[in-house]
Structures are given as C-alpha cells and as structure tokens.
C-alpha cells in the first residue's frame, strides 16, 4: 500500500555530514507521521528521530546533530551531522498513517569511519 525507499546512505569519516533521503509511494495519504529508526550489528532497533505536523524528536545521542524534514509530500529526509563511529547502522524509513498502520523501508547503511 506504501512504498519507502532510502537513499544516502554510504561511508563516512568521523566529523563529516551525510544526508539521508526517504521516497514514499503509492498510497500516500493520510500519513501522519515518519520517522527515521536505525539497527547497529548486534542491538535492538531504535528510534533516530520523528516528525508530526510541525513537532519533531530526538534520541539524546543525535540531539543538535540530526535533523528530520519533510522536503515535500514524498521525501522526508534526514541531515546528519558531525558523524561518530557509533552512528554506524541501517537506517529504515518509517511511515504511520492515521489509525496506526506502519510502513516500513528496506533500509541504507551508514558506516562512520574514525
């Protein structure tokens, strides 16, 4: 019902930037939120960032270095900054449309290097 597709992902020094993009497709309405989630070897997945309407959040460890936006009706991106070596992981894409249901992307790797 929901496509996601990211994109961005690749390898990076420690210190330096990575922008990473979200395209969702087919039925697209009624999307209430997205968020961004990543999964590193060996730990849980967790929640990067969200954005509802204008409030968006943040896991403490990216706080003043992530920021999540939605560029227009299909791409929500994510701007990383400042990159540590613990940064590296999958990051999935992830749509919630009203009423609950979830939509998940297939992931883009994200390796810092230090």
């Known amino acids: 019902q929901v496509r996601l597709v990211e994109s961005g992902g690749g390898l990076v020094q420690a210190g330096g930037s990575l922008r990473l993009s979200c395209t969702a497709s087919?039925?697209?309405?009624?999307?209430?939120?997205m968020g961004w989630y990543r999964q590193a070897p060996g730990a849980q997945r967790e929640l990067v960032a969200d954005?509802?309407?204008?409030?968006t959040n943040y896991a403490d460890s990216v706080k003043g270095r992530f920021t999540i936006s939605r560029d227009n009706a299909v791409i929500t991106s994510l701007q990383m900054n400042s990159l540590k070596p613990e940064d590296t992981a999958v990051y999935y894409c992830k749509a919630i449309k009203t009423g609950g249901r979830a939509y998940w992307g297939q992931g883009t790797q994200v390796t810092v290097s230090s």
């Open positions: 954005i509802t309407g204008g409030n």
């Open positions: 087919g039925m697209i309405y009624s999307i209430n939120a």
